[in-house]
């Protein structure tokens, strides 16, 4: 029987990146550690040298303990995803990379996954389930909802306020609030790659450009 038993949902480029994290994280806690990815609609059986199993193919392999990493961007779904997996029991692992800063007073839900160059100042509150990708920072005082996506290099400085379910682009800078009036983006809000963010998003509005306003087809 296996000691530790980890399937990283999502087969895709993320799932792929964040799979090595997980190892590194736990390969000397566990004298018998196996992982896998999980994704019920991939082809493939086998990437990178890791087994691609469909979820309940993963529910009958045993082990001691057994964990599962929500490795997908669509906040929708990890949501949905959290919600099937709990009527299995299954716990939810937080992945850091070794290289990650954390400083002072900083509190992250359940779940995250902070990919390399991570850092997360002083002062901050996250909910669960966030995911920051590579070289993404959050500065001092900012406090962050549930399911919330950060893609690769976001800087979100001090004093901002982030909803759940918001999707933050490539590159995006979201200007710093003042004390008592954060910067707000709403639920669902979706920052486009590269955008400079310098005043509030309302929910459920995607912005672009420099300074980002909303995206009009």
């Known amino acids: 029987m296996t000691d530790c038993l980890v399937g990283v949902y999502g087969a895709s480029g993320f799932g792929r990146e964040v799979l090595p994290l997980v190892r590194e ?8 550690l196996k992982l896998v990815f999980v994704d019920d609609g991939s082809d493939e059986r086998e990437l990178n040298q890791y087994p ?59 779940g995250a996954i902070l990919c390399h160059f991570t850092q997360l100042t002083s002062n901050i509150k996250i909910g669960k389930h966030f995911h920051a990708n590579i070289y993404s920072y959050v500065a001092h005082d ?12 976001v800087r979100c400085n001090g004093n901002v306020h982030i909803e759940d379910h918001a999707y933050i682009g ?8 003042a004390p008592g009036k954060p910067l707000v983006i709403g639920k669902g809000a979706i920052v486009g790659m590269g955008a400079v963010v310098t005043k509030d998003v309302p929910p459920g509005v995607t912005v672009v450009g420099n300074p980002a306003r909303p995206f009009s087809r």
């Not at 900012?142 to 290099?153: E, K, R, W």
């Not at 490539?170 to 609030?177: F, L, N, P, R």
């Open 142 to 153: 900012c406090v962050i909802g549930d399911y919330v996506t950060f893609a690769p290099s």
């Open 52 to 110: 691609v199993l469909r979820y309940e193919d993963f529910l009958q392999l045993d082990a001691n303990k057994r964990f599962v990493v929500f490795a997908i961007a669509n906040s929708q779904v990890r949501e949905a995803l959290e919600a099937k997996c709990a009527k299995d029991n299954l716990e939810v692992l937080s992945v850091e990379a070794d290289n990650v800063v954390v400083l002072d007073s900083v509190d992250v839900g359940k």
């Open 170 to 177: 490539t590159g995006a800078v979201i200007k710093q609030g």
């Open 25 to 32: 994280q736990l390969e000397s806690q566990y004298n018998n």
